[in-house]
């Protein structure tokens, strides 16, 4: 069934074949496709308009996918897609890196495409559940502070030494699931069940790449691997 919200997705793409199938399926889904053939197109159009998520290819002329993921992050939050037609491993490293949230491999199915591209709107939009009632005063859970980070995750805000951190969807739907346990070993396949929303034990460089990103941000030292285990959040 289409999703009920109107969505809008920039699609770049420098095959014309692909960018018109890929953009056709996605309209019959109930999307809304702006299309560029090239990176520098992408980029033009990125910052000319308001887009709910970003399908980039990597392998583009000029400005190639990675570059262009990098030039988004620099002052964007947005949702990132990455579509590798190799699934090489350099490729899928390197979209990660640049600040993409996951990626396909191409040729993908419809069907796959379109879990993981809900699945990445769900993280964009993640709303806290609400409280039964009230609280008149801000208790424990309004504030959760590990050293000099501050997570609200009411207010969805991040705070590093006073200063709020800008994360991308997945970067702090990743760090509220840590606060959601902290000093607790989580495991790549429960992060990428609760966090990444995969129904199946999918490739765990998507966790650990994202937790290098994070790291960066929050502090090298506060998110700390447990060889063989995972990682946990430290208190």
Known sequence: MPD???????LVEDDEVIRRSVAMALE???YDVVVAGDGLSGLELFREGRFDLLLLDVM???????GLCRRIRETGTDPILMMSARGDSLDVVSGLEAGADDYVVKPVDTSVLVARIRSLLRRATFVP????EPASEPGPADRLVFGDLTVLPAALEVYRDGEEIALAPTELRL????????????NRQTLLRNVWD???DGDSRVVDLCVQRLRKKVGADRIETVRGFGYKLRR
């Open 198 to 200: 995969y129904g199946w």
């Open 28 to 30: 019959r889904y109930g």
């Open 129 to 132: 559940p609400a409280r039964e």
């Open 4 to 10: 009920p919200a109107p969505v809008t997705i920039l």
């Open 60 to 66: 583009l002329p000029g400005l190639d996918g990675i």
């Open 175 to 186: 760090l509220l699931e840590f606060a959601a346990h902290p000093g607790v070993v989580l």
